[in-house]
C-alpha cells in the first residue's frame, strides 16, 4: 500500500498519513510478450512526431490520454511536457480546454480539437470543420505528421488501457 504524508503532518499539527489503494498489477506484459509489435511501434511513434513540436505533441498525448483514460501514458506525458517546460497550469487546463482557450495558441487549439476528434470518432468521422480548422494552422505535411502522431497516442493508449499498465514509475525522458 503506498502511503504519503497529509498536509497535516507536514505542518506539525498531526502525525496522521492518508493511505492509498494498492497499486494494481498489469494484466499482460505485451511488450515482452509481442517484441516485434513493441519496436514497430516505436519506430512508427518516432517516425510520427518528426517536425511535430514537441511541447504540442505533449499536449496532443496528453488529451488523447485523458479522453482514452489511459493513465500510463498519461503519467508518462505529463512528465515529458513538465521536462520540456510545459507548465502545470496548461496541463491541468488540457480537460477542459474548450472554456480555458485563454491558455492556448489558436494552433495549439486547432490540434486539440483535430485529437479529439479523431480520438472519439462517435459519429464515424472527423468533422469538415475541425479538419479545415486545422488545416489553416498547419502546412499539409506538418498536419499529416499531427493526423499520424493523433494516431500512434490512441494505438499506444489502447495497449496501455487494455493490458492495465501501471503508472507511476517512469521516469522524464526514459523511452526516448
Given at each position: 500500500m503506498t502511503t504519503?504524508?497529509?498536509?497535516?503532518?507536514?505542518?506539525?499539527?498531526?502525525?496522521?498519513?492518508?493511505?492509498?489503494?494498492?497499486?494494481?498489477?498489469?494484466r499482460l506484459p505485451w511488450a515482452k510478450l509481442a517484441p516485434?509489435?513493441?519496436?514497430?511501434?516505436?519506430?512508427?511513434?518516432?517516425?510520427?512526431r518528426r517536425g511535430v513540436d514537441p511541447v504540442l505533441l505533449e499536449l496532443v498525448r496528453i488529451r488523447a490520454s485523458q479522453l482514452n483514460h489511459c493513465a500510463f501514458c498519461l503519467d508518462m506525458h505529463t512528465k515529458d511536457a513538465l521536462a520540456a517546460g510545459e507548465s502545470v497550469e496548461r496541463i491541468v487546463q488540457l480537460s477542459a480546454w474548450e472554456e480555458s482557450k485563454h491558455f492556448y495558441t489558436e494552433k495549439e487549439l486547432a490540434a486539440l480539437a483535430l485529437t479529439e476528434a479523431v480520438t472519439v470518432l462517435t459519429d464515424g468521422f472527423?468533422?469538415?470543420?475541425?479538419?479545415?480548422?486545422a488545416a489553416e494552422h498547419f502546412e499539409e505535411a506538418e498536419l499529416a505528421q499531427l493526423i499520424a502522431a493523433i494516431t500512434v497516442i490512441n494505438a499506444w493508449n489502447r495497449f496501455g488501457v487494455t493490458c492495465r499498465l501501471v503508472p507511476g514509475h517512469y521516469r522524464a525522458?526514459?523511452?526516448k
Open positions: 504519503r504524508t497529509d498536509e497535516s503532518t507536514k505542518t506539525g499539527k498531526t502525525d496522521e498519513t492518508a493511505k492509498y489503494a494498492p497499486e494494481h498489477s498489469p516485434d509489435v513493441y519496436k514497430a511501434m516505436i519506430k512508427l511513434d518516432a517516425a510520427a472527423v468533422p469538415d470543420e475541425v479538419y479545415e480548422h525522458g526514459q523511452y
